[in-house]
């Protein structure tokens, strides 16, 4: 438990996005910014690419999460950031899509 404690480490793989949702309801000071980072990452997996509503609900609970951290948590604008641009992105892709199949 000591290591998912720490602000230092960031954890990564299939088992991240669970851990950091439900240690987020816990303490979301610490790791709410985690969580959002997490968001964004599977949001641009293999697995997740090719599903833009996944995509899509991955990001919007992302910008969700990093809007709500205290607007003294450290890593809140970088988070918002990546995850507002990330969002961005998509809804710019699906725009061109949308062009295309038109």
Same mark, same amino acid.
């Given at each position: 438990?000591?290591? /998912? ?5 960031? /954890?990564?793989? *299939? ?12 303490? *979301? ?16 997996? *293999? ?11 991955? /990001? ?13 948590? *450290?890593?809140?604008?970088?988070? &918002? ?5 990330? &969002? ?7 725009? /061109? ?6």
């Amino acid at each position: 438990m000591k290591l /998912l404690s720490t602000d230092r480490r960031v /954890l990564r793989g *299939p088992d991240a996005l669970w851990v950091y949702r439900v240690l987020t309801q816990v303490d *979301p000071a610490v790791h709410g910014s985690k969580l959002a980072h997490v968001l964004v990452a599977v949001s641009g997996s *293999p697995r997740v690419r090719e599903l833009p509503a996944v995509r899509r609900a991955l /990001l919007e609970e992302a910008v969700a999460v990093a809007r709500a951290l205290d607007a003294a948590d *450290p890593f809140r604008a970088k988070v &918002l950031a990546r995850a507002l641009e990330a &969002l961005e992105a998509l809804e710019a892709l699906e725009a /061109l899509e949308a062009l295309g199949a038109a």
